[in-house]
């Protein structure tokens, strides 16, 4: 068993690396391997769920990982918006107040670029309040700013385009 830092915390996380082998077997090591991850993953043991999972290279795991990013932000972007043009004054409180009247939000992200333009995410708790906000909100007009309002796009696909 061995403990290393989560990057970005203080945590240690445990882990640990299972090879089953028979000499004259095979078989019996990916077999073995498969059922610990069938019936291991994501069991709760100790107040702690397992992550059990075939052992793979550096690049390989990158590439999961990402991949996994991915798919998450895809999952999310029918109901994440993108807010811009809204008086630089506005705050993120008065921003959850606009768009709550459309559905519920998960979570709003404001930004800030040089010149003190304004621009936030905002995300709904389901696609169709997000959907219902941008149609009400585009080109809405907030303290004389008319706002522009759409559905949030992976960085990847905004550089494709």
Known sequence: MMKNKIPGTETEASFSFIC????DDKEYGPI???????DLNGKEVEGKFLYV???LKKRDRVRE??????KFKNSKKRCNLF?????PETTE????VICSKYGPIESIKMFEKEGGIKFAFVCFSSPDAA???RQSLHQA????KQLYVNFYELKETRKIE
């Open 83 to 87: 807010i811009k043009n809204f008086p």
């Open 131 to 133: 959907s219902l906000a």
């Open 93 to 96: 409180d008065e921003l959850a």
């Open 65 to 70: 990982k990402m991949r996994e990013l991915l």
């Open 20 to 23: 089953y082998e028979k000499a």
């Open 53 to 55: 999972k075939e052992a």
């Open 32 to 38: 073995c391997a498969q059922r610990a991850i069938n």
């Open 141 to 144: 007009t907030v303290n004389g």
